[in-house]
């Protein structure tokens, strides 16, 4: 059902913890099965130089939270903006389809973490491209 990549970073996850002085923090959640993400950025030069995560949820989500913070890693806001939730579960080698939401959450909670971060600069919130509460809406959680 889970690739190894998955299963690698649901048991080994990287980056869990908090970031003392985050410049950035996002929290997501999803009402249907309760997942909880908070993404925690270090931002210097525009570029994330620490991304951290805690997550109570499943272990899709666990796994997600996880692959999110390291592909965000070294990456200007810009390009961290562009990391979709596609791409997360590209780099776990796939989630099932009813898991996707997981890394829906997770491009969403970096997506809070940078705006978080742009608005305590007094800068203008970037506005979300593909707007995904309907998916969540729709997508039964099976943990």
């Not at 570029?47 to 997600?64: L, N, P």
């Amino acid at each position: 059902m889970y690739s190894d990549k998955v299963m690698d970073h649901f048991k080994n996850p990287r980056n869990v913890g908090e970031i003392d002085n985050a410049d950035g923090i996002g929290e997501v959640g999803n009402p249907v099965c309760g997942d909880i993400m908070k993404i925690f950025l270090k931002i210097e030069n525009n570029v994330i130089t620490d991304a951290k995560f805690k997550t109570f949820g499943c272990g899709a989500a666990i796994a997600s939270s996880s692959m999110a913070t390291e592909l965000v890693r070294g990456k200007t806001l810009e390009e961290a903006w562009e990391v979709s939730n596609m791409a997360v579960a590209e780099a776990l080698e796939g989630l099932p389809p009813i898991k996707m939401h997981c890394s829906v959450l997770a491009e969403e909670g970096i997506h809070k973490a940078i705006n978080d971060y742009r608005v305590k600069k007094g800068l203008e919130p970037w506005v979300e491209k593909n707007l995904h509460s309907h998916e969540h809406e729709d997508m039964t959680c099976q943990h």
